[in-house]
């Protein structure tokens, strides 16, 4: 009886149609095809890739974006997914540029092995906690655009309306500039400065209400997935948030601390030459998480006395802030992969040592 073909997917994501392509397991193109955005797209596309042969994996670009709710789907239905990076321009300038031929180039990153990361699963609290986090993200962005407006109207204001005005701290300048009444007819530059000054003000405590309401709602959902991370010294909860964004809900898909710090950029790079033995920053990886851990390092830089005697210590050995700063960095990155860890597979956390 003969064998049945076996079959490795790869998948192009778009807005409103992904396309589809299958290979054989010596890398000859099977067939393509193209599948809408939809549920019922969604339920066509893994019969389409069974009625090739049995499906191995599927390759898929975009996993953390246009791919997200097929991802989801697949993994629901017992396909293997493994995240593609788009083509470098080199490889794209030789290949050419479609919808099929992307679809062939991440099933053959799949078969060849240049692909084979495991997609975020996008399934669980993690994935509340980063819609929560785009919502403050966004609100705070607004509120600090808020009061450079203000700022800004109070300077070029009638000289009566900026004394007055000029001395107070922000809370005291919002507190009373929504407290009071404008003129609701601004038919003169000075009442119309006025009434303007009080609806940025309202803006801005709108905009306060709901970075608290975020706030308090991202606290009880990192509390619940990780409980150990807030307690870590440094760690808030902005940036627990965005390391648990980074990890996703699956930290078991990271192979080792090593990785997750290479996924920080916290992981050290080479950087010798002849007689100089010395590492660098590294560029790259996720840049949020690395801000995440810079801002770590310096609360503990601060407050932490553990940190201080280190930095006191490496000091004196002759090392620099900056490298100082690197040690620093992957010493949070192997502390906050093992809580993770630990939260996620139910086992107790060991700390590590400096």
Not at 56 to 68: D, K, N
Not at 93 to 102: F, H, I, L, Q
Not at 104 to 121: E, F, I, M
Request: some cysteine.
């Amino acid at each position: 009886m003969p064998q049945p073909i076996e079959v490795i997917g790869g998948i192009d994501t778009h807005t409103d149609v992904h396309q589809a392509a299958a290979i054989d397991t010596i890398g000859r193109h099977l067939a393509t095809e193209a599948f809408p955005t939809t549920p019922e797209g969604y339920r066509h596309l893994p019969a389409w890739l069974r009625s090739h042969g049995r499906v191995l994996t599927v390759g898929m670009e975009g996993t953390g974006s246009y791919g997200a709710e097929l991802a989801r789907y697949l993994r629901a239905n017992q396909i293997t997914v493994v995240e593609v990076d788009r083509p470098d321009r080199r490889a794209r300038r030789a290949a050419g540029k479609s919808d099929p031929v992307d679809a062939y180039a991440a099933a053959t990153a799949v078969l060849s092995g240049r692909a084979n990361g495991t997609p975020k699963d996008r399934d669980g609290t993690v994935e509340a906690i980063r819609a929560l986090r785009v919502v403050r993200g966004s609100a705070i962005k607004a509120r600090t655009q808020t009061i450079n407006q203000l700022t800004s109207l109070i300077v070029t204001a009638p000289a009566a309306t900026r004394e007055a005005l000029r001395s107070l701290t922000t809370g005291e300048l919002i507190r009373r500039l929504a407290a009071s009444r404008p003129d609701s007819d601004p038919i003169t530059p000075a009442a119309a400065v006025k009434l303007a000054l009080k609806r940025l003000s309202k803006r801005y405590q709108h905009l306060s209400e709901e970075i608290a309401d975020a706030d308090a709602e991202l606290r009880a959902l990192i509390t619940h997935t990780a409980p150990g991370l807030l307690a870590l010294p440094g760690v808030g909860t902005e940036t627990a948030g965005q390391l648990l964004v980074t990890a996703g809900d699956n930290p078991d898909r990271l192979a080792s601390e090593a990785s997750f710090a290479h996924l920080c950029a916290a992981a050290p790079v080479p950087a010798s030459s002849g007689r100089t033995d010395r590492h660098r920053l590294n560029r790259g990886g996720d840049r949020q998480a690395n801000r995440a851990l810079h801002t770590i390092v310096l609360v503990r830089m601060r407050h932490d006395p553990r940190t201080r005697d280190y930095v006191a210590r490496r000091t004196l050995e002759g090392l620099k802030t900056k490298d100082i700063f690197r040690c620093l960095k992957r010493f949070v990155a192997r502390e906050v992969y093992h809580h993770l860890t630990s939260a996620f597979s139910g086992t107790p956390s060991t700390p590590p040592t400096a």
